[in-house]
């Protein structure tokens, strides 16, 4: 806890007026949203629209979705600290190893979208394939990933919260997720994916002016040169023990290769377990799945280097100055996991100015993603408890009003188990490098359920539980061993987090071999997954006075339609696997290990250039992102403001509006007109490769 480090450089009232002021603000805003849709484009919020989003979302949306949701708290605050530690190579690691698993996704996302088109949680194709066992199985590791997910953001955000206002950590704790809970509960999925690229948009910026600041313009640092300097300055004063010559400028850092395991190893669970994604892939329209990934991916990488590059290393060069919060002390390791490296950095660079701008991204980063955990965890205990163990024939009303209960009831239970954190003295880095052992041994079951027809139910069942045995096993055996002790300090070392991460990880290729001996080997045909069905929302469209059919979402695919999307599917199917994997090579291997083989240590030259790169790489995550929906969806903005106009000056009634929009191009949708064709029923039968 780092309640009393330093005074805090903003006042209690600026806290209280973020968190809740900027919080009651989206909230508004995003029920203004939902009201214009449903007013002008008929959008009804429907049980699938409310968990889906219609299906319909196209690929900056699903871009700037990811970019968002994968941007916690953490992100910005533990890729600073490890910065901070290791100097250059941390922010790169830290990057490079949770890029990976958003682009190695994106195949996962066009399988579930192929196999399952009809699925709201991943969950549910586990049930569908193997039963019920497999199912509780992977719902219990499901539900844990989406805690641990929603812990390190509120326990993270708290603490960066009390350090630069002094608003009490409890308080904030409390307040943080109130606003997400009124915009998700208002506009589910779809109001999660438009504040989502408010959010990214708003946080881009933030990290562009960070970055001119120190690299540019700052009267204290303002150019790669000086800080170039400081940092040479920085080692000799105090090396990195393991780094090449102690240097803050090399790739060449054995500390630092050993967290980009846990990183890397920590985060395929937090993705490929997390139902948050599985939801973004499955609000993709079928066209726009895969560049929606690799969009968000490539963006997102942008983030955790640039931000950690800037303030990890303006921290180090900043801490002997007197304008360094901590000054004349070095930052202590309990400040640095509990991630105030970059809120201190930020205050030293720009004063109130910097603390505000941290608080703002800081804010974006817990509320966005926590808003993709509330609709995670409400989609697996609506249609994976609820509708699948109590009540089979819920109707569309039921369903949503589930959704809102477990939005509220999940909310409150994560603040409360926050508190108790943070009495244990639980830091954001401790659970970050924990989660691995936790979950990870999930991830290649629930991978090949998708993609390969061999792997039986015991296989699936078992593995993730053995593993997570196997893991703890390691992770507390290598504690103890290193240094006799089970304490918080010993087990968060990264030695036993290692061991436990890479055991969990990799503990199924041993055992799912094993049990495929002992079980024999599966030969899935696929079908039951296309038996999955949607959402009953006719009560909900009878009770609105509209057609189900001309609601976003709510229109039946013809044979024809499903063929075609099929046909779409396998294409990117084949694009995405080359794509993926050419990609994650260049981010884990050929870009950094020939810099950590040579023990090279950056130039002034080198360095001002790798800095160039990260600043080029921002802006072009501002275009793919923060731009490039605007462009995409410019149809719709256009449509949806003429037709305000229209209704607030009487020239046209509102019902003229939304039979004149009802239609046109579908472009809120896939791009396509509703269908005017007779419908014939989908075959689940269906053959799918």
């Not at 509780?136 to 509120?154: K, Q, R």
């Not at 196997?470 to 103890?480: D, Q, Y």
Request: aromatic share 12%.
């Amino acid at each position: 806890m780092a309640d009393a480090t330093v005074g805090a450089p903003l006042d209690q009232g600026v806290g209280y007026g973020i968190v809740l002021g900027l919080g009651f603000g989206f909230a508004l805003g995003m029920i203004l949203v939902t009201f214009i849709l449903k007013r002008y484009n008929s959008e009804l919020q429907t049980s699938e629209m409310f968990t889906t989003a219609g299906r319909t979302v196209k690929s900056g949306l699903v871009g700037s979705a990811v970019v968002s949701s994968w941007t916690w708290a953490a992100t910005l605050l533990q890729s600073s600290g490890v910065c901070y530690r290791y100097g250059v190579s941390g922010p790169f690691w830290y990057a490079s190893g949770a890029t990976v698993q958003i682009l190695l996704f994106a195949t996962l996302a066009i399988e579930l979208k192929r196999r399952a088109p009809n699925a709201h949680t991943f969950l549910e194709v586990i049930k569908a394939r193997y039963g019920t066992v497999a199912h509780i199985v992977f719902m219990v590791f499901g539900l844990v990933t989406n805690i641990l997910v929603s812990l390190m953001l509120v326990v993270g955000g708290s603490a960066t919260v009390n350090a630069l206002t002094g608003m009490h950590t409890i308080a904030a704790i409390y307040l943080l997720p109130v606003g997400v809970i009124a915009y998700t509960m208002v506009g589910g999925l779809k109001a999660t994916i438009l504040t989502d690229w408010i959010h990214t948009f708003i946080l881009l910026i933030i990290i562009i002016i960070f970055s001119l600041t120190a690299y540019a313009s700052s009267d204290r640092l303002g150019s790669p040169s000086a800080v170039y300097d400081l940092l040479v300055e920085a080692a000799f004063n105090h090396p990195v023990e393991g780094n090449a010559e102690g240097s803050y400028l090399t790739m060449r850092s054995r500390e630092g290769v050993i967290f980009f395991v846990i990183n890397i190893v920590g985060n395929f669970g937090t993705v490929f377990l997390d139902n948050g994604y599985y939801n973004k892939a499955i609000a993709a329209s079928p066209v726009h799945a895969l560049p929606g990934y690799i969009l968000g991916g490539l963006s997102w990488f942008a983030i955790p280097w640039l931000t950690a590059t800037t303030m990890g290393l303006s921290a180090l060069a900043l801490e002997d100055t007197p304008a360094f919060p901590t000054y004349p002390n070095r930052m202590s390791e309990a400040d640095v996991s509990a991630g105030l490296v970059l809120p201190y950095a930020a205050v030293a660079l720009l004063g109130k100015g910097g603390a505000v701008a941290t608080l703002l991204i800081i804010f974006m980063a817990v509320t966005s993603a926590t808003s993709s955990e509330l609709i995670a965890v409400s989609s697996i205990f609506t249609y994976d408890l609820y509708r699948t163990y109590f009540k089979p024939d819920a109707s569309g009303r039921r369903l949503i009003y589930m959704s809102h209960v477990i939005v509220v009831a999940y909310a409150l239970f994560i603040s409360t188990f926050s508190v108790g954190l943070y009495y244990a003295g639980i830091s954001m880095g401790y659970l970050y490098l924990m989660m691995g052992c936790i979950i990870s041994s999930a991830v290649i079951p629930a991978t090949l359920t998708l993609v390969w027809k061999g792997q039986n139910k015991w296989a699936a069942s078992l593995s993730p539980i053995f593993g997570l045995a196997f893991a703890l096993i390691a992770w507390l055996v290598t504690a103890r061993k290193e240094c006799n002790s089970l304490d918080v300090a010993c087990t968060g070392s990264n030695n036993p987090m290692l061991a436990g991460n890479v055991t969990a990880l990799l503990s199924p290729l041993v055992l799912i071999p094993i049990f495929t001996l002992i079980f024999g080997m599966d030969n899935y045909d696929w079908k039951s997954m296309m038996t999955i069905r949607r959402g009953d929302d006719h009560d909900l469209a009878a009770t609105a006075g509209v057609d189900l059919e001309t609601t976003l979402g709510g229109h039946a695919e013809t044979a024809n339609e499903f063929a075609e999307e099929q046909s779409k599917l396998m294409r990117a199917s084949k694009i995405s696997k080359w794509t993926t994997v050419g990609l994650t090579l260049a981010f884990l291997i050929l870009w950094p290990f020939p810099m950590y083989g040579s023990s090279y240590v950056f130039s002034k030259p080198f360095f001002t250039g790798w800095v160039t790169v990260g600043i080029i790489w921002i802006f072009c995550s501002l275009g793919a992102v923060g731009l490039f929906p605007i462009f995409e969806g410019r149809v719709t903005l256009a449509r949806t403001f003429r037709a305000i106009i229209l209704d607030l000056t009487g020239k046209r009634h509102v019902k003229a509006i939304r039979a004149e929009n009802e239609g046109i191009d579908g472009e809120g949708a896939s791009g396509a007109a509703t269908p005017t064709a007779t419908k014939e029923p989908v075959k689940t039968e269906t053959k799918v490769e």
